[in-house]
């Protein structure tokens, strides 16, 4: 079961580095299995830590992900408190 923390933390780390790559992409530059990628990709934006943007240059269409912005996360009332603080 640890191996697949790593992973996903491994991925989520990938994803905060270089954004707008596709699954296929971290296959080749990380050397894991597709499948792998995929669910780990998946449990990340299952927690709401990164988010999809669909792009079709090609009749091919290219699932590209993102990380989500830090103030999204935060819980709502810190985020109130923060814009408060910013105004001042």
């Not at 790593?6 to 270089?18: A, D, F, G, L």
């Not at 990340?44 to 240059?57: A, P």
């Amino acid at each position: 079961m640890p191996k697949k923390s790593n992973t996903t933390e491994q991925i989520y780390s990938w994803v905060c580095k270089n954004p707008g790559m596709c699954t296929y992409d971290f296959e080749k530059k990380l050397k894991m299995s597709g499948g792998r990628v995929r669910h780990a990709l998946y449990m990340l934006e299952k927690k709401g830590l990164i988010k999809f943007k669909w792009e079709r240059n090609s009749p091919r269409i290219k699932k590209l992900t993102f990380p989500v912005e830090a103030f999204s996360l935060l819980p709502k009332k810190m985020w109130n408190d923060l814009k408060k603080i910013k105004k001042r």
